[in-house]
């Protein structure tokens, strides 16, 4: 059982920066990839991005790359997503996911463990 509770969300004006945090209980969180989704309302959640179990492998989906990044550090349990350039596009509750498998997922479906989401609200 993984347990896992994301930080770090807020309101932005655009072009501003944002940093969330995720933090996993348990022993096995390096046995994890683990990923950040978003959802708005009225629309389905999305994959944001995905780190692998040791940080060696990243993906993004292509509206973020080169402005998030994705990161962790398995001896503090807790993985990173720093948010440059936000733009009012990117406003979503933003979710942290642990998936039982070391290797990156991209669907909602290859995830175990969810947060309970953090709002990021960003102005034009």
């Known amino acids: 059982q993984v347990q896992l509770v994301e930080s770090g969300g807020g309101l932005v004006q655009a072009g501003g920066s944002l940093r969330l945090s995720c933090a996993a209980s348990?022993?096995?969180?390096?046995?994890?990839?683990m990923g950040w989704f978003r959802q708005t309302p009225g629309k389905e959640r999305e994959f944001v991005a995905v780190?692998?179990?040791?940080?060696?492998?990243?993906d993004y989906v292509d509206s973020v790359k080169g402005r998030f990044t994705i990161s962790r550090d398995n001896a503090k349990n807790t993985v990173t997503l720093q948010m440059n350039s936000l733009k009012p596009e990117d406003t979503a509750v933003y979710y942290c996911?642990?998936?039982?498998?070391?290797?990156?997922?991209?669907?909602?479906?290859?995830?175990?463990?969810w947060g309970q989401g953090t709002q990021v609200t960003v102005s034009s």
């Open positions: 780190i692998s179990w040791n940080g060696g492998r990243t």
């Open positions: 348990g022993r096995t969180f390096s046995s994890y990839a």
């Open positions: 996911a642990a998936r039982g498998s070391r290797w990156p997922g991209w669907r909602l479906d290859e995830y175990d463990y």
